[in-house]
């Protein structure tokens, strides 16, 4: 797919997205959105986005519920997969939350936005000039359902550290499931990394804090 690359060197502003833009502010919803664009998204693997694919799959007026064209159209349909991942979470047990996102994440992947061409070509509308802020929405609001998902209630400063972290995880647990993602093995395995490599860091700050305390300091 042309410009997918481009994703990876956005993985960091899309993390700082979150913080930037806070929540982001969601796109109209209805029963007759969601059921257009759930029959879109049916054949967009092979067909794409486009208005025209639109009005053949679920009926000749159905472009006049997006106004906005393709761009509006994976914009609603990101949107409903937020929302089917989080009532497709709600089973989880898992009593950590480290993996409780771990799960969510893996979901969405595996059983909630299965077709990766769908995803290649959504993302190829969203890479098109001028929609980068469009990109950063969606983004921002995928990152905060899987929190939402996985059962986190964090607030203020903390709320806006983790969906930093986050957005950079999931920016390149995409990028490999895109590349990789008939191996279901692989990219849970990728994942386990990026996610290691969060806890370690938080743990060396902890440690770096500690040393730094004045109590610490005039001790030693």
């Known amino acids: 797919m042309n410009g997918i690359g481009a994703v990876a060197g956005l993985a960091g502003r899309l993390a700082g ?16 959105r969601d059921e257009a664009v759930c029959r ?3 054949v967009a693997g092979e067909r794409g986005w486009g208005v025209d694919v639109l009005r053949e ?11 906005g064209g393709s761009a509006e159209l994976v914009e609603a349909w990101f949107d409903l997969s937020d ?3 989080i009532d497709a979470a709600r089973g989880l047990d898992e009593p950590r939350l480290g993996r409780r ?8 992947l595996g059983a909630v936005t299965p077709d990766r061409d769908a995803v290649r070509r959504a993302l190829a509308v969203l890479l098109a000039p001028g929609h980068a802020g469009l990109l950063a929405r969606v983004m921002a609001r995928t990152v905060d359902a899987i929190w939402e998902a996985a059962g986190d209630h964090a607030t203020g400063i903390t709320r806006q550290t983790k969906r930093m972290s986050l957005g950079t995880i999931y920016a390149q647990v995409l990028l490999f499931w895109l590349a990789r993602g008939e ?13 290691a490599g969060v806890v370690r860091l938080g743990r060396a700050k ?6 730094l305390r004045p109590g610490r300091a005039q001790a030693a």
């Open 57 to 67: 799959v679920a009926g000749p007026d159905a472009d006049l519920l997006f106004p």
């Open 40 to 42: 879109l998204g049916a």
């Open 183 to 195: 191996d279901s093995a692989a990219v849970a395995a990728f994942l386990d990394r990026r996610l």
């Open 17 to 32: 997205c979150a913080l930037a833009c806070g929540v982001a502010a969601r796109p109209e919803r209805s029963l007759a």
């Open 83 to 85: 929302r089917i991942m």
């Open 101 to 108: 996102v771990r799960a969510v994440i893996l979901l969405r």
């Open 206 to 211: 902890q440690a770096l804090l500690a040393r």
